[in-house]
């Protein structure tokens, strides 16, 4: 059997569009002309771009990129996982589907009624599940347009947050709910592992005198009304330092 090499690209989107595409028109062609050469198979999972409509609209995105790093670690021993971090935290979605026991903790600790029926307007109780848990629904009819759908997330993530820091859970358990894709993969594929230094490499990129104000920033950092968005840095610095 040939020997394969399989890579998980991990990075926010906006930011690297150019690095990812120079790796894909240069860098990996290269490598798998090379590996080819020597008897082996190389393989890059980049899910920026290949993650469909239907699994973003039934918020499935996340489980997906998980899913493929753990392929990646049990396919390919050294290297299997490569981040590129820069400026940009990005986004923060809302957990796919949370524990029953968890869900009812933040129901009890949301203290404006009107979020509580926002919760129970998106997610669902899933019994069938092992163990059971509360999905969140699928985007479906005007909620497909992301204009609209922000509002409702913006509410419902502001809302689990304030639940979640109220309840007093586990810094454990709280991940999913503040955290980036970008970091949980992180998390994943290097944090969690303990030979990381065998199969991981990182690259950091910091763009001097980024100028919030500047037409572009939005795509290179993170901003909330035109301004740094200060919990987002603050999470982008410890996942830096860490």
Request: include cysteine; charged fraction near 30%.
């Amino acid at each position: 059997m040939d020997r394969i090499f399989r890579i998980f690209l991990s990075s926010t989107f906006s930011d690297f569009q150019a690095e990812r595409k120079a790796l894909m028109e240069r860098v990996w062609p290269a490598l798998e002309r090379h590996c080819r050469s020597q008897g082996a198979v190389f393989e890059v999972v980049d899910l920026r771009w290949g993650v469909s409509e239907v699994d973003s609209l039934s918020h499935d995105t996340l489980r997906i990129c998980l899913d493929e790093l753990a392929a990646c670690q049990q396919l390919s021993p050294r290297p299997n996982f490569v981040m590129l971090i820069g400026d940009r935290y990005g986004w923060r979605p809302l957990p796919p589907e949370i524990p029953v026991d968890e869900f009812e903790v933040l129901q009890e600790a949301l203290a404006d009624p009107a979020d509580r029926e926002l919760l129970l307007t998106w997610y669902r109780r899933d019994d069938n599940a092992v163990p059971p848990h509360y999905r969140l629904l699928p985007r479906e009819g005007a909620y497909r347009d992301q204009s609209v759908w922000g509002e409702v997330e913006d509410r419902l993530i502001a809302a689990l947050r304030d639940a979640v820091t109220r309840s007093g859970m586990t810094t454990e358990r709280r991940g999913r709910f503040f955290l980036s894709p970008p970091h949980m993969e992180i998390v994943n594929g290097m944090l969690a592992v303990a030979d990381a230094p065998e199969h991981v490499f990182a690259v950091f990129r910091s763009i001097e005198g980024l100028d919030p104000g500047h037409r572009l920033a939005g795509q290179f950092t993170d901003l909330r009304d035109g301004q740094p968005d200060p919990e987002a840095s603050a999470l982008r610095r410890e996942l830096r330092q860490e």
